[in-house]
C-alpha cells in the first residue's frame, strides 16, 4: 500500500482559525455571566432613574457621581455624592441599597450618608467649644441679649 500524502498546510490553517472564534466567544460569555450589571455605571443609571420620578428635584442642575459602591449578589449598596453643577463642594451624600431587577438597578431604600452621619455634615460643627469658660461667663456664639 502506497503511503498517503500529506494534507496540504492551507487547509488545516483555514479550518484552525475558522474555528478558533466559537472558543472565545463561549469564554467571553461565560466570563461575564451576569456581572456585566456589577459596575458603577450601571448603578448610578438606576440612582438618576430613581431620582428623576422625583418632581422636587432638578437633575439638570445637579452634579451626581457614585463615590463607592459594594455588590451582593443581587443588591448593591451605594453612596451618592450631590452637589450643584460648577460648585466644587456645598454638596451632601446619601446612601442608597439597590435590587437587581432583570438587567437593570433599582432603588429599593435609602440611608443616610455615611455610617450614620447626617447628610448635612455634624450639627454644631465649627462652634466653639463651652468648656474651659470661667463661672457666669455668656455662652460663645449665642447673639448679643440673648441666654
Known amino acids: ?35 456585566g450589571l456589577q459596575n458603577e455605571g450601571a448603578v448610578r443609571q438606576g440612582v438618576l432613574d430613581y431620582l428623576s420620578q422625583r418632581s422636587d428635584l432638578n437633575l439638570k442642575s445637579m452634579q451626581v457621581d457614585i463615590t463607592s459602591v459594594s455588590f451582593r449578589e443581587d443588591e448593591a449598596d451605594a453612596t451618592v455624592s450631590f452637589r450643584p ?3 466644587a ?20 431604600g435609602k440611608g443616610r450618608a455615611g455610617a450614620g452621619q447626617s447628610p448635612h455634615g ?26
Not at 498546510?9 to 472565545?24: E, F, N
Not at 451624600?93 to 432603588?107: A, D, F, P
Not at 450639627?123 to 456664639?141: C, I, K, N, R, W
Open 122 to 147: 455634624q450639627m454644631g460643627a465649627g462652634m466653639p467649644s463651652q468648656e474651659g469658660l470661667p463661672p457666669g461667663h455668656p455662652a460663645v456664639g449665642n447673639p448679643p441679649g440673648a441666654k
Open 89 to 108: 463642594g456645598g454638596g451632601m451624600e446619601m446612601r442608597y441599597t439597590l435590587e437587581r431587577q432583570g438587567s437593570r438597578w433599582v432603588v429599593k
Open 85 to 87: 453643577k460648577g460648585a
Open 1 to 35: 500500500m502506497p503511503p498517503v500524502p500529506p494534507a496540504p498546510k492551507h487547509i488545516i490553517g483555514v479550518v484552525k482559525t475558522r474555528y478558533l472564534p466559537l472558543p472565545l466567544t463561549a469564554l467571553l460569555l461565560l466570563g461575564c455571566g451576569g456581572r
